[in-house]
């Protein structure tokens, strides 16, 4: 059965960083695109960054471009989130995906993801 497990969220300070990381198991996901998406009380569910396939390539939304940083450890099956200048309106509960196809990886589209964690909680304060 595969799983994606997200840790390391918590509540820190405006200013400061956090990394999440997503450990998948049930199978490998090397190969595939995997990204990270956020919900805030409220608000739909909206792309954050995402890693392409075994190349590597990176995509970011405009609002945390710059700050965060998605990266990936093939060995562990893990993928890494980390978020600098973190801002109040970071505020949300955070999910990993993975997307189990080796089709055009629509990396931004939530309905390209096959797998989904269960959310990790990152609160930035003011």
């Known amino acids: 059965q595969v799983q994606l497990v997200e840790s390391g969220g918590g509540l820190v300070q405006a200013g400061g960083s956090l990394r999440l990381s997503c450990a998948a198991s049930?199978?490998?996901?090397?190969?595939?695109?995997m990204g990270w998406f956020r919900q805030a009380p409220g608000k739909e569910r909206e792309f954050v960054a995402a890693?392409?396939?075994?190349?590597?390539?990176?995509y970011y939304a405009d609002s945390v471009k710059g700050r965060f940083t998605i990266s990936r450890d093939s060995a562990k099956n893990t993928v890494y989130l980390q978020m600098n200048s973190l801002k109040p309106e970071d505020t949300a509960v955070y999910y990993c995906?993975?997307?189990?196809?080796?089709?055009?990886?629509?990396?931004?589209?939530?309905?390209?993801?096959?797998?989904w964690g269960q959310g990790t909680q990152v609160t930035v304060s003011s």
């Open positions: 049930g199978r490998t996901f090397s190969s595939n695109g």
């Open positions: 890693i392409g396939r075994s190349g590597g390539k990176t």
């Open positions: 995906a993975a997307d189990a196809s080796l089709g055009t990886y629509y990396y931004d589209t939530k309905s390209a993801y096959d797998y």
